[in-house]
Nanobody
Framework: QVQVVESGGGLVQAGGSLRLSCAAS????????MGWFRQVPGKEREFVGT????????YYADSGTGRFTISRDNAKNTVYMQMNNLKPEDTAVYYC??????????????????WGQGTQVTVSS
């Protein structure tokens, strides 16, 4: 079992930045692939990006490429997502997810086994 808890969401103006954090616990954090997803009411949850167990590899959806950066600190059991140049269309609930394996990249919902409760990001125009 892995428990994940997101934090760092909030309200920001367009062009601003936020850093989301995801604290994980419950098993060997350094041996699991982590991912970020987001969801807008009435729409399906969509993939944002993922990071390999070592942190050496990242993969992003087109929406985040060049603006979002995922990193991890295995000593702190934490994954981060730095979001820059935010746009109103980035407004969503952002979810952290953990996969019960080290395969990479993982960009589908069904590939992740554990989910956080989500953190709201609102970007005003």
């Amino acid at each position: 079992q892995v428990q994940v808890v997101e934090s760092g969401g909030g309200l920001v103006q367009a062009g601003g930045s936020l850093r989301l954090s995801c604290a994980a616990s419950g098993r060997t954090f350094s041996r699991i692939t982590m991912g970020w997803f987001r969801q807008v009411p009435g729409k399906e949850r969509e993939f944002v990006g993922t990071i390999s167990w070592s942190g050496g590899n990242t993969y992003y959806a087109d929406s985040g490429t060049g603006r979002f950066t995922i990193s991890r600190d295995n000593a702190k059991n934490t994954v981060y997502m730095q979001m820059n140049n935010l746009k109103p269309e980035d407004t969503a609930v952002y979810y952290c997810a953990a996969a019960d394996n080290v395969e990479f990249p993982l960009d589908a919902l069904y590939e992740y086994d554990y989910w956080g409760q989500g953190t709201q990001v609102t970007v005003s125009s």
